[in-house]
């Protein structure tokens, strides 16, 4: 098990998504530049980058500009659909963390044993803390568990909860994270769809850290371009409820730049 919330700077860590957007490796890297320059003069505590609009070598390029710039904010890797990659590209790219939609329940019961013994494998090579899903957005359930007995299998399989309602952009309730919460306990929970300056502060109320994607971006939908005005609203609230909680953990990255 990896501590994933000490590779963060702050208490209650929001990450932003770049989602790998371009017609070519050299666009998707270019675009990323001006947005990871939007999140970390923001404030921002991690950066996530996704093969959602772009392919691997997109994400590679990225992830290539991430390990040159050396920042002060750690990044990791989401290569969708392709588990044992996110793990390659993590260790290729010196990747912090690592986000993988569902760790449990998405194949049939009969498959559970196979998909624990993969996670246990592959996590043990790989340095990288895993984030990963349980329920979540646009993943299917096969599972012939309780929500609380896929819960208690997930933890053994990642090192942090990601927990979504049903699809991008949608706000997570309340209640479902307080559901996840009350099963975990102290275990890391991040809340990964649908968080903005109205919920932020309801939600790591309840949730650990927070992924972000939609509502950073100028569209306010995962479309657009990320927008430094939209993250600095969120990290406001969030440097609010740091100094209400824990002054002495309240130092932002601009801060410390």
Request: aromatic share 8%; glycine share 8%.
């Amino acid at each position: 098990m990896i501590d994933i919330l000490s590779i963060f700077a702050n208490t209650k860590p929001v990450v932003g998504v770049i989602h790998s957007r371009g017609d070519s490796p050299e666009d998707a890297a270019a675009l990323a530049e001006k947005e990871i320059k939007a999140y970390y003069e923001n404030g921002l505590d991690g950066i996530l980058v996704e093969t959602y609009f772009g392919n691997y070598h997109n994400a590679a390029a990225i992830l290539e500009l991430l390990r040159r710039k050396k920042l002060p904010v750690p990044y990791g890797i989401n290569c969708l659909n392709i588990d044992a990659m996110t793990f390659e590209m993590a260790n290729d790219y010196g990747c912090a963390f690592m986000q993988i939609d569902s760790v449990v329940g998405h194949v049939k019961p009969r498959d559970e044993a196979s998909l624990g013994e993969f996670f246990r494998r592959f996590r043990a090579r790989t340095g990288a803390a895993l984030m990963g899903g349980v329920r979540f957005k646009y993943q299917p359930v096969l599972s012939e568990n309780t929500l609380e007995e896929d819960l208690h299998i997930a933890m053994d399989r990642c090192d942090c909860i990601c927990v979504t309602q049903d699809a991008t952009g949608q706000e997570t309730s309340p209640e479902r994270i307080r559901t996840f919460k009350d099963v975990i306990g102290a275990f890391p929970l991040f809340v990964c769809a649908g968080v903005t300056p109205d919920n932020v502060t309801e939600q790591l109320g309840i949730a650990d850290g927070a992924v972000v994607g939609s509502y950073f971006k100028d569209n306010y939908r995962d479309t657009g371009i990320v927008c430094g005005g939209h993250v600095k609203e969120i990290m406001d609230r969030v440097r609010m409820l740091r100094q209400a909680a824990q002054p002495q953990y309240s130092r932002t990255v601009s801060e410390r730049l």
